[in-house]
T-cell receptor
Framework: NAGVTQTPKFQVLKTGQSMTLQCAQD?????MYWYRQDPGMGLRLIYY???????DKGEVPNGYNVSRLNKREFSLRLESAAPSQTSVYFC??????????FGPGTRLLVL | QKEVEQNSGPLSVPEGAIASLNCTYS??????FFWYRQYSGKSPELIMS??SNGDKEDGRFTAQLNKASQYVSLLIRDSQPSDSATYLC????WGQGGKLIFGQGTELSVKP
């Protein structure tokens, strides 16, 4: 039982490059989330998927897109990376309104 | 005003003391409250959830909720150096379904 897994663990991009962050959960949760964490800012919600087939914007969605591929997988895409997107990205899953469980995170550096 | 506010710290306590972490929130209709612990370089992990006014105890941890005053606190008794971490308060505001709003976190340092 791996819980929530994320790939890659680390990534360095140049400005303008694109990449997709992958997230998978094996807890049969309906809801999945993407957050970013910056120093002194806490965790901020980028996008979420309340259930398979739905996605919605969170607090800071600009520059990102998401895909809920199936119940297990929720990916986050940066189409044209910018230095302001340098951050640590966390995926989480839960039943809606209940405790969220976090993956190990992806550390992204955009040069 | 931020929706969820915490003192960023660092809060330093001696080993064996009680550490008190506080959090205030702006949405009076909020129903669900969570405390997460995050070690440096790691992901947040749940310590406690609390949904009704009063105290909830789990081992050395006690969460306290006061909806009238819009604050939630976490007490850590007999603090250990292994408790040194950042503690994140999170709230689900009214009408937001499952979306958590996090405070910026309080860094706790427990000195041997």
């Amino acid at each position: 039982n791996a819980g929530v897994t994320q790939t890659p663990k680390f990534q360095v991009l140049k400005t303008g490059q694109s990449m997709t962050l992958q997230c998978a959960q094996d807890m049969n949760h309906n809801s999945m989330y993407w957050y970013r964490q910056d120093p002194g800012m806490g965790l901020r919600l980028i996008y979420y998927s309340a259930s398979e087939g739905t996605t919605d914007k969170g607090e800071v969605p600009n520059g990102y897109n998401v895909s809920r591929l199936n119940k297990r997988e929720f990916s986050l895409r940066l189409e044209s990376a910018a230095p302001s997107q340098t951050s640590v990205y966390f995926c989480a899953s839960s039943e809606w309104g209940e405790t969220q469980y976090f993956g190990p995170g992806t550390r992204l550096l955009v040069l | 005003q931020k929706e969820v506010e915490q003192n960023s710290g660092p809060l330093s306590v001696p080993e064996g003391a009680i550490a008190s972490l506080n959090c205030t929130y702006s949405d009076r209709g909020s129903q669900s409250f969570f405390w997460y612990r995050q070690y440096s370089g790691k992901s947040p992990e749940l310590i406690m959830s609390i949904y009704s006014n009063g105290d909830k105890e789990d081992g050395r941890f006690t969460a306290q909720l006061n909806k009238a005053s819009q604050y939630v606190s976490l007490l850590i008794r007999d603090s250990q150096p292994s408790d040194s971490a950042t503690y994140l308060c999170a709230v689900i505001p009214w009408g937001q379904g499952g979306k958590l709003i996090f405070g910026q976190g309080t860094e706790l340092s427990v000195k041997p």
